[in-house]
């Protein structure tokens, strides 16, 4: 029978000042990424430049992320996760000033590839949590810090949309909220959370870290420009033909050095290829949904027949508010899920959720209350599939590949969140209406969104297969008990992961994740 002590008040105390700081700076850097979408117009005339050269502003921090991310994980977890975060929180202050003084698009963009590094502070902040915070508590810990993933998105948005809400609107700022925020956040850090216990040392792989992000960069830069290049021209075709190259590149070198940034065996282990996949989709549907339901109630119904004639900050407040709110307040209801049935049921439940919110904003966006209720149930979807992801990865792989698992994990995100912003982009783009009034500029018509929320609840069906059928059996250490009391987890499976995890030496056990 386990029994499980209840730490003193002195523990839970500094456990609970940790996750509120490294939920801080998780719900900081989420920020970043979708601050910039609701003023992209303003800064497009503010700065005198054109659409395809306002779309690096948000290029910009998703190339960056990809490349810093595993890097500074996989550094976090050689050199001491504590000093890597206070540092690239203080590169998010220098990003988020000079995005706030830049008077010049590259500028900006060189304040928000310095922000974009900051994605990094994710995965390190999970790496602390395991450290940090016992055995038992560390799925609701792990699950508040990724809720506040999305909050931090959908808070971007609507203090976004209040603070340029004005007819004398300056889109800066939108940047210097963003750095009282990274100032509050690095304060947090280096006031509450402890220095670093566990450090692998080790060299950094160069070679490895120079190989990924090229491969990222080939990647991830067709998909975001894709729509301004044209998907069949030879801009496009070709980066995505050298992210091919560059797989093999860099798969190649990581098995060749002694000391590699991705483990190879790790990288391919089913769960955390399952829960990487999981990221891709989920992150995809969670910018379906700003994006799409943003765009429509924005749609001026005397002239398309649908819509709601929103402004941004009404689109930000009424519409996009109440998912981020939900999202937040759905993060510890996932962690207890995580902790009671496992990772695999609250991906299941994620999974249904976000069907369920899309097929009711595809079947009906016509009422303020369908496209709100289902923004919100869609938000719920999203905090548990956070919550379950971390929690497969902590329970698959060994201590000292917290970091840059998680950060690859980051970078599934991102990338569908990416996929999902073109996809998005490309559909309405695609499918205008005619016979508008001399003057007005294109407008999609309403099938394009119909058919961009099938898209998302189609994602999250698929969802549903990996919960079900990827995340079903396998080789790695068990994550917690299911008897309803919390016990081994993911720190199990940092002493156990060494035998039995990425490696697929058989005589490990599958984490827990079936309910």
Do not use: C
Request: hydrophobic fraction near 50%; charge should be positive; charged fraction near 10%.
């Amino acid at each position: 029978m386990n029994h499980v002590t209840s730490a003193p008040a002195g523990e839970r105390r500094r456990e609970t000042l940790v996750v509120l700081a490294l939920s801080l700076a998780a719900m900081v850097v989420s920020m970043m990424q979708t601050l910039p979408v609701p003023i992209l117009g303003l800064i497009r005339s503010d700065l005198g430049t054109t659409t395809a050269g306002v779309s690096w502003v948000t290029t910009a921090t998703l190339l960056s992320a990809a490349v810093f991310t595993p890097l500074l994980g996989r550094f976090g977890d050689q050199h001491g996760k504590k000093p890597t975060l206070v540092a690239v929180l203080g590169v998010m202050v220098a990003g988020s000033v000079v995005a706030a003084l830049a008077t010049s698009l590259p500028v900006l963009i060189i304040g928000r590839v310095l922000q974009g590094a900051a994605t990094a502070i994710f995965p390190l902040a999970l790496s602390v949590l395991r450290e940090e915070v016992r055995p038992q508590k560390l799925p609701g810990a792990m699950s508040l810090v990724s809720g506040t993933l999305a909050f931090g998105s959908g808070l971007a948005l609507v203090a976004t949309g209040l603070l340029t809400s004005g007819s004398d609107a300056d889109y800066r700022s939108a940047f210097w909220m963003a750095t009282v925020f990274a100032v509050l956040a690095l304060l947090a850090v280096v006031l509450l959370v402890p220095a670093t216990r566990h450090k692998t040392g080790g060299r950094t792989d160069v070679l490895g870290a120079l190989t990924l992000g090229a491969t990222l960069l080939l990647l991830l830069l067709p998909i975001s420009q894709g729509h301004e290049w044209g998907w069949t021209s030879g801009r496009t075709l070709g980066s995505f033909a050298g992210a091919a190259v560059m797989t093999v590149v860099w798969v190649f070198t990581e098995l060749k050095v002694r000391e590699p940034l991705v483990d190879m065996r790790m990288f391919v282990h089913r769960p955390v290829l399952m829960a990487n996949l999981a990221g891709v989709l989920v992150g995809f549907g969670m910018f379906a949904n700003f994006l799409g339901v943003s765009y429509l109630v924005q749609m001026p119904e005397a002239v398309t027949g649908y819509g709601f004639d929103a402004s941004i900050l009404r689109a930000s407040v009424e519409f996009l508010l109440p998912g981020a709110i939900v999202s937040l307040l759905a993060s510890p209801v996932g962690g207890q899920l995580v902790r009671h049935r496992g990772p695999r049921t609250a991906l299941g439940l994620a999974a249904g959720l976000g069907a369920l919110g899309f097929a009711w904003l595809a079947l009906d966006h016509a009422h303020t209350a369908s496209v709100i209720g289902a923004g919100v149930v869609v938000g719920a979807a999203v905090s548990f599939g956070y919550a379950a992801m971390p929690a497969v990865i902590m329970a698959s792989v060994p201590h000292h590949q917290s970091g840059i698992a998680n950060g690859i994990n980051s970078i599934s995100r991102s990338t569908g969140s990416a996929i999902g912003s073109a996809v998005v982009t490309t559909i309405l783009a695609s499918q205008t209406l005619e016979h508008l009034p001399a003057g007005v500029p294109p407008l999609p018509a309403e099938s394009g969104f119909t058919l961009t929320f099938w898209i998302g609840a189609a994602a999250f069906a698929l969802v549903a297969v990996i919960a079900r059928v990827g995340l079903r059996g396998g080789h790695g250490p068990r994550a917690e008990e299911t008897d309803g009391r919390a016990t081994a987890s993911a720190e199990t499976a940092g002493t156990a992961g060494t035998a039995g995890t990425a490696g697929g030496a058989g005589k490990g056990k599958e984490p827990a994740l079936g309910g």
